[in-house]
């Protein structure tokens, strides 16, 4: 999924459950208006935001990678050295 496809699926489901943007970000802890803008592609969001939105509507995030194997720099990123 990408990014827009996320959106209309939290617009979808926010609707879907009968909530407005104000409930959703009060369930959520965030703004309505950080709903809105996120809503419509005017904002950028967070990993932890779109989790605490996604878990105010009953859905889990999960986050997978891609279709390609992942590269041995992205597998650096994600498990930093930590033998200090």
């Known amino acids: 999924m990408d990014i827009v496809q996320i959106q209309d699926f939290i617009i979808q489901s926010r609707k879907e ?21 996120f809503e419509n592609g005017l904002h950028e969001i967070g990993i932890v935001k779109l989790q605490r939105i996604c878990m105010a509507l009953g859905l889990e995030l999960l986050v997978r990678p891609g279709r390609g194997r992942p590269t041995v720099d992205d597998l650096d990123a994600l498990f930093p050295d930590d033998s200090d």
């Open 17 to 37: 459950k009968g909530l407005t943007q104000a409930e959703l970000g009060r369930r959520a802890g965030v703004t309505r208006e950080m709903v809105s803008r």
